[in-house]
């Protein structure tokens, strides 16, 4: 199955439908007067698709098993099609249009089953999905491409040339992934003088997004927040919380990063860990998200 290990959870939902088409009115007035040989069609139809809906996972190789939390089933007539709509919700790290479509299947095909004995002629048209919503689908960048971002990696052994940047590089490539525009990416010294020059310069020069990697921890040379804190106009601890709840679900160290999210007028800063899984999983637990703050401080600015 596909690694779904770095999603976030999201309330996800979706819609498929199918439709039933019988070859004479009486077939369905014998399913209105529920006197179809084989019992209520609506009914038990119904239940079969409930029970499609919870077991995709054991017969679709590739799907993961998943809490389904909610599934709808409903039927509408006109003339001699019979369309059924399926809609499954869930919160999980991924979508459930597949459950529908195997639901309305499922639906499709026992209705087929006990109508068989009474119509002869009857076809199961198109199943198809309608509707999903969570996940990219739904928040997907709308304002990468117009944000500039600047990448600050604060280490000593780093700047000293002691040992490579990756962390930085996991910043970039989730920005790149995003379409965000970096306008420059720089290696400093972990000093309170340093951060905060590099944060008040980028500010100016019109960053709307500056990212630090790098003195979060909790040795005496970490003082990134500290040093990010003494000039930030207000935190944003929704997007802190995030960061830490994201990577505490992967490793428990993550209780000890001390990631501070804020802003500067109108400029967003981050001080993310220097691991280069710290920094990978801080960006995953924010973007594309995050982007849609953007909306708002695009808006204050102009």
């Not at 999603?7 to 399913?31: G, Q």
């Not at 007539?77 to 790290?93: C, G, M, P, R």
């Not at 076809?123 to 944000?147: A, C, M, P, Q, R």
């Not at 995030?242 to 981050?270: C, E, F, H, W």
Request: glycine share 6%.
């Amino acid at each position: 199955m596909v690694d779904i290990t770095h999603k976030n959870t999201t309330l996800r939902t979706a819609t498929a439908k199918a439709i039933v088409k019988v070859s004479k009115a009486e077939t369905i007035t014998a399913i209105q007067n529920k006197t179809v040989p084989k019992g209520d069609v609506f009914a038990m139809s119904k239940a079969a698709g409930l029970l499609g809906v919870k077991k995709t996972s054991d017969l679709l190789p590739d799907c993961h098993p998943m809490p389904i939390e909610h599934t709808s089933i409903d039927f509408e007539i006109k003339d001699l099609e019979i369309s059924i709509i399926v809609s499954v919700k869930t919160i999980y790290k991924t979508g459930v249009e597949v459950e529908a479509m195997h639901g309305a299947s499922v639906v499709a095909v026992n209705m087929y089953d006990m109508l068989k004995p009474i119509d002869k002629e009857i076809e199961i048209h198109h199943i198809k999905l309608d509707n999903k919503e969570g996940g990219k689908s739904t928040y997907k960048n709308k304002f990468g491409s117009s944000v500039k971002a600047a990448v600050i990696v604060s280490s000593d052994a780093v700047f000293e040339g002691r040992k490579p940047d990756s962390a930085g590089e996991a910043v970039k490539e989730k920005l790149e992934a995003c379409n965000v525009n970096i306008i420059d990416y720089v290696t400093i010294p972990n000093s309170e003088e340093m951060v905060q020059e590099k944060a008040k310069h980028y500010q100016k020069e019109g960053a709307d997004l500056i990212i630090f990697t790098g003195g979060t921890g909790l040795s005496e040379q970490d003082n990134t927040p500290e040093s990010l804190a003494q000039i930030l106009d207000r935190t944003v601890p929704g997007m802190e919380e995030a960061i830490r709840k994201y990577g505490q679900d992967r490793t428990p160290y993550a209780m000890l990063s001390r990631s501070l999210v804020g802003t500067i007028k109108n400029t967003l800063v981050m001080a993310l860990p220097g691991s280069t899984n710290g920094a990978s999983e801080s960006m995953d637990a924010l973007f594309p998200a995050v982007l849609h703050v953007f909306k708002t401080l695009k808006r204050n600015a102009s």
